[in-house]
Each structure stands twice: as C-alpha cells, then as structure tokens.
C-alpha cells in the first residue's frame, strides 16, 4: 500500500510539472528572445542568447513612450478597478438586504447581462458613444464602460458572500448609532475582504491587459495604453520581433510583481466564496 500511494504521489508530481511546464513555456521563450537580436530570432527562436542584449528594452521603451502608456494603464485600471469594487459591493449589498420584487428582478437582470458577449455590443457602443455623442477618444468614458461591463460578475460575487454575513452585526451597530452607510463601509465591506482582493486581481488582469475596447475608445496616441503601445511595433509588412518580446516584457511585468505578492489572497477569496 505504502509503495502504491508513493508511485501515485510521484505520478501527480510528473503531471503537475508536465502542466507546469506547458505553462511557462511561452513565457520563458518571450523573455528569452526579448534579450536576442532580430537575426536570431529569425533563424533560431528556440536557441537560448549568445549574449545579453538589452537594447530591445531601451528601444522599446522609447518608441512606445512607456512612461505615458503606463500611466494611461494605471490610471485606467486603478480607477475602473475601484469603482467596479466599491459600487457593484454597495450595489449587491441593497439587493441582499433591501430584498424586495424590483431588487430580485434587476440583481437577474445584472446576472443575464453576463451571458451577453461584448461583440454583440460593440457596434451600437461605437455608435452610440462615437457617431451621436461623439464621446470616443476619452479615458473617463473607457473607465465608465468598464464599470458597466465589470459590474455583473463583481456584483454576482458580491451577493453570495454577504448573505451569509449574520445580520445582527449590522443591528448591533446600528443600535450604537451608525447609519446604514457606516455599517456596511464598518461592518460589512471588511468582511468581503478575500472576495474583494480576488476581484480586484482578476479585474485588473482584464483591464491591465485588454486590446479590443481600448482600440475602440482612444483614438489619440497620447491617450494609448500599453498594448495599444506594444501594437503600434507591429506594421503592413514587418515588426521588429525584439522590440515588440521586449515591451510584451514590460506590460506583463508590473502586474505579474502584484499578482505574485497577492495571490495567496487570491486562493483564500476563491476558498471564501465556495464555502459560503
């Protein structure tokens, strides 16, 4: 018994690694030719640098103004981020306590919306957004669609975990003299902690990273996130593969830094929310 359950352990470990490796692959061979030259790339993808070449970096960095884009992607996805988790949570909090017809009928309606893909939105969004309100070409309206198109899964979330939230937390606090609206910032959004961090981590993945709504909305270079920068290397007939490894490096590095120190927060709000 004691042979078989080690020859199963070593097996599970072979196959996790097996995935594991699947998994980095891509990643260790983008990081790789991003320190080649285009010659090398060209001829050989596969083989590991001759020597360190970080002038990709620098070129990159310059020709895709990586100071202004990464503002551009901070502040897009810092405040789309906190608006999706601070209203969809207050939001998914008045349909739990507030339980009426109207507050079932819209918390379905917002649960519906997730089944809606975005290419069925996106021509009247454009013109709508575009062609009468000629609103494009705006961060502000970007972080505003987000909020609207990340709300439902947030708010779906939200409502599950503050259900089982005992309610007289809520009438102990109330009964010392807190409003509705200190209970729930006091009380009640401590508590959705784990679920808030797990949103914000899988939100910020979405928005740090998204192409097809950006390109859409902002029009101006100086308005361009990182992957609408990182596209720009990208021309009718070429590209420059170094360049474009080397700013697909420093696009993914920044959040990749967050989600390793936070994805133990990640697991305990996944954890969290299948429990409750």
Known sequence: ???SRLWSKIAKWIALFIVFCVFIFPLILVLVNSLKPLTDIILNPLSWPTSWNFVNYTDAFNLMDFPDAFLNSLIITVLSVSLIAIGSSMTAYLFVRKKSRLTTLLFYFMVASMLIPFQAVMIPLLQIYGADLHWLNNKWILI???????????VFFYHGVIKAIPIEL???AMIDGASRVQTFF???FPLLLPTTVTLIILDSLWIWN???LPSLVLQSPSQRTL???TFSFYTAYSANFGDV?????MTAGPLLIVYLFLQR????GIMAGSIK
């Open 245 to 249: 490894m080397a700013a697909l490096v």
């Open 265 to 268: 927060h990640i697991i305990k």
């Open 227 to 229: 992957p609408l920068s």
């Open 144 to 154: 505003y669609m987000y909020l609207g198109f990340g709300a439902s899964l947030a």
């Open 210 to 212: 998204d192409y097809l």
């Open 170 to 172: 809520e009438e102990a």
């Open 1 to 3: 018994m004691r042979t």
């Open 186 to 188: 006091r009380i009640v």
